[in-house]
């Protein structure tokens, strides 16, 4: 079992930055696929991007172009999310997810989330 | 982006039911869809990965199914704890994208 442990619950000003982070305790980040997904109130789950196991590189969902940067610190076995440019869009729950390295990818152990509200 | 579609948005069921929720992609991507049940208020937990393998912990009442373009999540007998909203997820495509989710309700 692999546990995730994010930052607290952040309120930003539209126009502002943020970043999230998520510890992995106990495991070698680079094993292991780490990625971001965010869920608006009420609506479905958007994954966001993610940091390949195999050679660090990053890769973004095209609605994050430009605007969300991944980055990882090894020596702390902790990855940050940066999201620029904030609008009222962006309200909402921000999960880190790792996967476990197989064929099949998936989103195994997710973090308990943390509430991003933007708002003036 | 491959595009996800999930029916029915909603569903009803009663205790003992089977119930089949259906996830179908915008092309095919051979067996590499996965399953998530999200209960109110928490995170999002893996219960099938490649259409059909079990996540270990999850009972067997759960069963997954499907390739290419078409797939299904079957839960043979509803229990208590199963209502939750349930999504799938693709990862045949280097940008992942979900289904909009399905809601399973008590009746």
């Known amino acids: 079992q692999v546990q995730l442990v994010q930052s607290g619950a952040e309120v930003k000003m539209p126009g502002a930055s943020v970043r999230v982070s998520c510890k992995v305790p106990?495991?070698?980040?680079?094993?292991?696929?780490r990625h971001w997904v965010r869920q608006a109130p009420g609506k479905g789950l958007e994954w966001m991007g993610r940091?390949?196991?195999?050679?660090?590189?990053?890769v973004y969902a095209q609605n994050f172009q430009g605007r969300l940067r991944l980055t990882e610190d090894t020596s702390t076995d902790t990855f940050y999310m940066d999201l620029s440019s904030l609008n009222s869009d962006d309200t909402a729950m921000y999960y880190c997810?790792?996967?476990?390295?197989?064929?099949?990818?998936?989103?195994?152990?997710w973090g308990q989330g943390t509430l991003v509200t933007v708002s003036s | 982006d491959i595009q996800m579609t999930q029916s029915p948005s909603s569903l009803s069921a009663s205790v003992g039911d089977r119930v089949t929720i259906t996830c179908r992609t915008s092309r095919s991507i051979g067996l590499y869809l996965n399953w998530y049940q999200q209960k109110s208020g928490k995170a999002p937990q893996l219960l099938i990965f490649g259409a059909s393998n079990l996540q270990s912990g999850v009972p067997s009442r759960f069963s997954g199914s499907g390739s290419g373009t078409h797939f299904s999540l079957t839960i043979s007998s509803l229990q208590p704890e199963d209502f939750a909203t349930y999504h799938c997820q693709q990862s045949y495509n280097t940008l992942f994208t979900f289904g909009q989710g399905t809601r399973l309700e008590i009746k």
């Open positions: 997810v790792t996967g476990v390295v197989r064929q099949f990818v998936a989103l195994d152990y």
């Open positions: 940091i390949d196991p195999e050679d660090g590189e990053t």
């Open positions: 106990g495991h070698t980040l680079s094993e292991l696929s």
